[in-house]
């Protein structure tokens, strides 16, 4: 049931590469992603996942807490979660988590979880544009003992510590009815995520780690010294708290690379080449031609 400040909502977000990129430096000898060479963006479906999660807040009230696990740069999706309404973030960052695989990943954040405390409700995106494995979100409910609601497309309805979601399947939709605190993720067609506010973006633009201060006052020189900066943070509650190992309850054998039974050892990047794209004449004989060739090469059907 909703604590007094109403419902405790909990959203996981992830940067990612923009995959849309990816060049030949991606990957590193020992099989993990290079992520400083790759743009990073914003985990698309996680942009749904916080939309949901900002709009069950404004229907029946609540605090909007945003975690994600990963190096010090990722400050910047918690940074943006603030300029969409995000009451609180949290950068779980240590060495320790590096390569982590999914298992030690959703490992890494129950344990952050549990150290949020009490919760209602928590919001994944359905997958990561770079895993693209979908396995964190219904770990991370398992590792928690609560239920979980995949390719959630909408919060239907809430009676009393109930409430019913609408999935999306291939074939349809389907209700259901679950007890929370539950673990939703959250599929694209679920909502159009707002844009980050212009008046939120002034007041948390210096919002910031300790990894950061150094850039912020050499932005913001008025500062004058990394001190009367903290000042300033502390006095607007600006400043990102950041977790590390030693902050959460964990096993670090269970952690990152060394936690991870799963190692990714290569990536290789589809390019498709001219000579394998195909004519097909715009017309129905041309599409019943190309439907038939999918379905006999087992494609679709
Ligand atoms: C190309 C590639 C292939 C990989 N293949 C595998 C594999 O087969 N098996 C494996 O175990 N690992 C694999 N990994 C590692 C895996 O990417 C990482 O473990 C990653 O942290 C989580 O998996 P995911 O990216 O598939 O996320 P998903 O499981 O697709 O993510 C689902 C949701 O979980 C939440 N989430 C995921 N990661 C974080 C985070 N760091 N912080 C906060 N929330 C988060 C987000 O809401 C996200 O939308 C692969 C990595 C790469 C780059």
């Known amino acids: 049931m909703p604590s007094k400040q109403g419902y405790k909502l909990v959203v996981l977000v992830k940067q990612v590469p923009d995959t849309h990129n990816v060049t030949s430096d991606a990957m590193t000898k020992d099989g993990t992603m290079n992520r400083a060479v790759l743009p990073a963006i914003f985990n698309p479906e996680d942009l749904n996942a916080l939309e949901m999660a900002l709009q069950f807040k404004e229907r029946y009230g609540g605090e909007v807490t945003v975690l994600t696990m990963g190096p010090p740069k990722a400050a910047e999706v918690l940074r943006e979660s603030l300029y969409r309404g995000a009451d609180q973030v949290v950068l779980i960052t240590d060495k320790k988590f590096a390569g982590a695989d999914t298992l030690a990943t959703s490992y890494t954040l129950k344990s952050a979880v549990e150290k949020l405390g009490a919760f209602d409700l928590i919001f994944c995106g359905r997958q990561a544009i770079d895993g ?59 909502n159009r995520p707002r844009p980050a506010s212009a008046r939120k973006h002034i ?26 900066l903290e000042v300033h943070l502390a006095e607007r509650n600006l400043q990102i708290p950041v977790w590390t190992a030693a902050d959460l309850d964990v096993e670090e054998d269970k952690l990152g690379l060394e936690g991870s039974p799963t190692q990714v050892y290569k990536i290789n990047f ?32």
């Open 203 to 228: 007041a948390y633009k210096l919002a910031a780690t300790p990894f950061e201060y150094q850039d912020v006052l050499q932005k913001w020189p008025e500062f004058e010294s990394i001190e009367a």
């Open 270 to 301: 589809v390019v498709l080449e001219a000579k394998e794209s195909k004519e097909v004449s715009p017309d129905h004989a041309g599409v019943e031609a190309l439907v038939q060739e999918l379905i006999q090469e087992y494609i679709v059907g």
């Open 132 to 190: 693209d494995t979908a396995q964190v979100g219904p770990q991370t409910a398992e590792k928690l003992g609560i239920p979980q609601i995949t390719y959630a497309e909408s919060i239907v309805e809430l009676s009393g510590n109930d409430i019913v979601v609408q999935r999306a399947l291939d074939r349809g939709m389907e209700m259901v009815k679950c007890a929370m605190p539950c673990l939703l993720t959250v599929v694209a067609s679920a």
